[in-house]
């Protein structure tokens, strides 16, 4: 199956810094979700994006549906110790409803 | 708030076992998947059903089989465990309108030894 592309692949800053992570994808999507797994747990979605362009922002986060539709970007502000997770992409072409998924990107906010 | 529940959170098995992971949704959503996480691979598809009694294969269906006999219940079944196998199995549900993410059980940690 088709996977995306998330960059990076685990990050390590200090409490406060400001956070980005994308992911690209080689075909089209209609559907852009963003998910944040903690320690332990299942993912729980953050984020969800449908039209091209969008940028959408939930507290600290903002996400945004790239124009070409086959990328989006993940931007975290000031970032907490409780933002310590892995963060997981999610895509959806127009034929279905399955979620592809990226790699994911394992944060670690240092106090 | 919907509730995906994976009836175990850890499990040992030894290699040759049959082993059943089971996941009960309690929002009457058609859709049913069960995924395996591994470091550095992301999210992986095994299974998935959009109706009771219904099956696809996902992305690696090899050495597992579900099952769907009500709606609010999707079992996955390892059929003869092996090593390869110790992974996180993670189980999620969606309703068939499109616009809704997935909701996500807590996951099981499966060992083989």
């Known amino acids: 199956g088709q996977q995306l592309n998330q960059s990076p692949q685990s990050m390590f800053i200090q409490e406060g810094e400001d956070v980005s992570m994308n992911c690209t994808s080689s075909?089209?999507?209609?559907?852009w979700l963003w998910y944040k797994q903690d320690p332990g747990e299942g993912p729980v979605l953050l984020i969800a994006l449908y039209k091209a362009g969008e940028l959408t922002s939930n507290g600290r986060l903002t996400a945004q549906f790239g124009i070409t539709r086959k990328d989006s970007f993940l931007n975290i502000s000031a970032s907490i110790p409780s933002d310590v997770g892995i963060y997981f992409c999610?895509?959806?072409?127009?034929?279905?409803?399955?979620?592809?998924f990226g790699e994911g990107t394992q944060l670690t906010v240092n106090p | 708030d919907v509730k995906v529940t994976q009836s175990s959170r850890y499990l040992v098995k030894r290699t040759g076992e049959k082993v059943f992971l089971e996941c009960v949704q309690d929002?009457?959503?058609?859709?049913m998947f069960w995924y395996r996480q591994d470091p550095g691979l992301g999210l992986r598809l095994i299974y998935f059903?959009?109706?009771?009694?219904?099956?696809e294969k996902g992305d690696i269906p090899e050495g597992y089989s579900v099952s769907r006999e009500k709606k609010e219940r999707f079992s996955l079944i390892l059929e003869s465990a092996s090593t390869n196998q110790t992974s996180m199995y993670l189980c999620a549900s969606k309703p068939t309108a499109t616009l809704y993410g997935y909701t996500f059980g807590s996951g099981t940690r499966l060992t083989v030894v």
């Open positions: 929002m009457d959503h058609e859709n």
């Open positions: 999610a895509g959806r072409e127009t034929s279905g409803s399955r979620l592809t």
């Open positions: 059903s959009y109706d009771v009694k219904m099956k």
């Open positions: 075909s089209i999507f209609n559907t």
